[in-house]
């Protein structure tokens, strides 16, 4: 079936898309839309959908809502004019974010194509038949909303701060994954259409809004196709966007990037290094007031300790911490940080007496071998992965609009 693809214009013209794309049979397409307080922006988001997917295409639209507002009352009434089933499914706790919003509207999905778009219309709904269109020429099983490609536009990013941030999570994103992200010029879109039996939602784990992100890395699917599309203004409220939301998504990446054994112990072994900065403060505090060194180098030690936990709680095994509760992980990691120290010096002595090395040698063979011992240990003992638990997942209540 031959078609063809014009560019929507910035105002995103429902009629231009509509016309400019031809989808091939069969097909099916659920619209997956996170919302969080977007009340003001349900009915018009609503009317476009109805004026951009072909009558001939069957169609769902999936809320998965974690608002405080009236959203979920909104999409009920407003749903009442749609030719199409909306279902809302409102979480009661937003457990990861946007993203993990995404991923239960994924697990909800009936359909063939699964469409991931934000609420507030900057994502225009016209783009969608051009999205399917697009995957179904090119046997793609991942398709994905540019900004970044010919006739593509960040336009409604609203001042120079967020096109700079947005820049640097690109670059930084794409430096950092360049296998995982080639021939994906947007790592940052929020738009993109996938089909249902490319992604496992059950492998994915996101944390924060960049869901793409975390799907390319996680359960990338082979062939993956881009079409240009204008990032539009806001019709109305307020940005999500937030300096926590940053953090967030800079903690994501680091899980992302340490979820094979190697990568993680290098990032323990890191870590770890930083440690040495809380144990001399320590040391030279409590020598300061008076207490003997070889005390003061035992409590400097658990500042160290410390230290290491908090940053590996957060940064490594985040994932993983709801397997044991706080202070079991905190005594088993303690242990383990101190049993590093009691075993070194037997392990020195071992070496030079019994095979030869020299005490530079030896302390040097001790060190890695302790380390090696201690991040098995932590991974272990500590953070044992979940075993199938659904622990930890946020209720919801499932209701059909429409």
């Known amino acids: 079936m031959s078609y063809e693809s014009t560019v929507p214009d910035e105002l995103g013209d429902p009629a231009v898309a509509v016309a400019a794309a031809e989808i091939p049979e069969p097909g099916a397409v659920t619209l997956v839309v996170p919302t969080f307080n977007e009340s003001a922006n349900i009915r018009e988001l609503l009317r476009r959908i109805t004026e951009s997917v072909p009558a001939r295409l069957p169609c769902e639209v999936?809320?998965?809502?974690?608002?405080?507002?009236?959203?979920?009352?909104?999409?009920?009434?407003?749903?009442?004019?749609?030719?199409?089933?909306?279902?809302?499914?409102?979480?009661?706790?937003?457990?990861?974010?946007?993203?993990?919003?995404?991923?239960?509207?994924?697990?909800?999905?009936?359909?063939?194509?699964?469409?991931?778009?934000?609420?507030?219309?900057?994502h225009p709904p016209s783009l969608v038949p051009e999205l399917l269109a697009a995957g179904e020429r090119s046997a793609a099983g991942?398709?994905?909303?540019?900004?970044?490609i010919k006739g593509g536009s960040r336009a409604g990013l609203a001042g120079g701060y967020r096109i700079a941030v947005s820049r640097g999570a690109t670059w930084l994103t794409k430096t950092l994954f360049p296998r995982r992200l080639r021939g994906i010029s947007d790592p940052m879109s929020g738009f993109f259409a996938i089909r249902r039996s490319a992604v496992t939602a059950e492998v994915l784990q996101p944390l924060g809004y960049k869901i793409l992100l975390e799907l390319a890395?996680?359960?990338?699917?082979?062939?993956?196709?881009?079409?240009?599309?204008?990032?539009?203004?806001?019709?109305?409220?307020?940005s999500k966007s937030t300096a926590q939301e940053g953090f967030r998504f800079l903690r994501h990446l680091i899980g992302l990037r340490t979820a094979s054994p190697v990568a993680r112990m290098v990032v323990f072994g890191l870590i770890g290094a930083t440690g040495f900065l809380p144990n001399l403060l320590?040391?030279?505090?409590?020598?300061?007031?008076?207490?003997?060194?070889?005390?003061?180098?035992?409590?400097?030690?658990?500042?160290?300790?410390?230290?290491?936990?908090?940053?590996?709680?957060?940064?490594?095994?985040?994932?993983?911490?709801g397997h044991r509760n706080w202070w079991d992980r905190v005594g088993r990691f303690a242990l383990l940080a101190n049993a590093d120290l009691v075993l070194r010096i037997p392990l020195i002595a071992l070496f030079v007496d019994h095979f030869g090395m020299g005490a530079l040698s030896a302390t040097a063979l001790a060190l890695v071998t302790t380390f090696v011992l201690r991040f098995a240990g932590t991974e272990a003992l500590v953070y044992l992965p979940r075993r199938g638990s659904e622990s930890g997942r946020g209720s919801r209540t499932a209701r059909r609009a429409a």
């Open 282 to 321: 320590g040391l030279y505090a409590l020598t300061a007031v008076g207490l003997h060194y070889v005390p003061a180098e035992i409590l400097a030690n658990q500042f160290g300790v410390a230290w290491n936990f908090l940053l590996i709680e957060h940064l490594l095994f985040r994932e993983r911490r």
């Open 62 to 122: 999936v809320f998965v809502d974690d608002s405080t507002d009236d959203t979920p009352e909104v999409i009920f009434q407003a749903a009442q004019d749609c030719p199409f089933p909306v279902t809302v499914l409102h979480r009661d706790e937003p457990v990861g974010g946007l993203g993990g919003a995404v991923v239960e509207g994924l697990k909800a999905a009936s359909s063939d194509w699964i469409v991931v778009m934000d609420g507030d219309l900057q």
């Open 217 to 238: 890395v996680r359960s990338r699917p082979r062939r993956v196709t881009e079409v240009p599309f204008v990032f539009q203004d806001r019709f109305a409220g307020e």
């Open 142 to 148: 991942l398709v994905v909303a540019s900004r970044y």
